[in-house]
């Protein structure tokens, strides 16, 4: 029931539905005219990023976010923490920037270096978005309204995977964003995230008041108990933000090893290279020499050449 009941008219659905459809006929656009696209891209973006939305967003999962706060949590996690981080690994700007002709290009540049843009993915921007978000949300009284209005639930779950990408996205550095910091500082924003979804969840865990106030205890569903299914979404709220963290540390760390080695590999190429030069400077002037009947500079230590 929950995989096969699908929701296919929301507008994360037709979202979905574009974006596999555009990034498709990239990739084919791409392999038609001989250039190479990682498959490991195509398989983050689409099974990853949207595969992971969809899971959470279009099937019987959704029917069941209005009456299981848990539920609802776990969607929270994948539409604005693993859906962005996928979605990002498959580097959908780039992409773009490689199949796009000159025009749509250069419109697509101006917009990713635009004023509004820079700001909105600086990471300290993004990262007070990403983390301020879900205070604002669970303790006023917008998640009781998201749960009577419909149309303001779709819009939370959009709002979710924007702001995840906002953050996630410059932190793994892919595409080419403006604004992006050396590897050292999206670390470290990375491990400060951690705290403030440890706080959130705790904190949901140990309230003695319900979230969105007597909307789950109205359901009169004898089955549920909406204080232990609240601590259970404080739980996987906790839980799951750390884990997911921690992963991405672990990206963001493989990420920084790589760029060394192959900074690495470029300084030694460089370094091979003026040697490569001098030696060959060398050569020539030595040719001159013999060529203008001067003995070369053969002479070893201590020989007398007066």
Not at 286 to 304: K, L, Q, V, W
Request: with cysteine; glycine share 8%.
């Amino acid at each position: 029931m929950i995989f096969t009941e699908l929701h296919l008219g929301s507008l994360i659905a037709l979202f979905l539905l574009i974006a596999a459809t555009l990034y498709g006929y990239g990739v084919y656009r791409l392999r038609q005219r001989g250039d190479h696209w990682p498959v490991g891209r195509t398989v983050a973006f689409v099974a990853g990023g949207l595969g992971s939305i969809a899971a959470v967003a279009v099937t019987g999962i959704e029917a069941y976010d209005t009456t299981l706060i848990s539920v609802h949590m776990v969607q929270h996690m994948v539409l604005s923490m693993v859906g962005p981080i996928f979605l990002a690994l498959g580097a959908p700007v780039t992409l773009a920037l490689r199949t796009l002709p000159a025009a749509p290009r250069k419109k697509l540049l101006a917009v990713v270096h635009s004023r509004v843009a820079r700001v909105l993915t600086f990471p300290l921007v993004a990262f007070g978005i990403f983390v301020a978000n879900p205070f604002v949300l669970y303790f006023t009284d917008l998640y009781r309204q998201t749960l009577l209005h419909p149309w303001l639930h779709e819009f939370v779950h959009v709002h979710f995977i924007v702001t995840g990408c906002l953050f996630f996205w410059p932190l793994l550095g892919l595409d080419p964003l403006p604004g992006r910091w050396p590897y050292p500082g999206r670390a470290l924003l990375m491990v400060l995230s951690v705290p403030f979804h440890t706080v959130l969840g705790l904190t949901i865990m140990q309230s003695a008041t319900l979230l969105a106030g007597d909307y789950y205890p109205s359901l009169g569903l004898s089955w549920l108990d909406p204080k232990a299914d609240q601590v259970t979404a404080g739980g996987i709220l906790w839980a799951g933000g750390e884990i997911v963290s921690v992963t991405m540390l672990g990206i963001l760390v493989l990420q920084w090893v790589r760029q060394s080695e192959r900074e690495a590999r470029r300084i030694d190429r460089a370094l091979d290279r003026q040697e490569a030069e001098e030696a060959a400077e060398q050569a020539r002037k030595d040719e001159a020499r013999i060529t203008n009947g001067a003995p070369a500079d053969t002479a070893g230590p201590g020989s007398d050449t007066a």
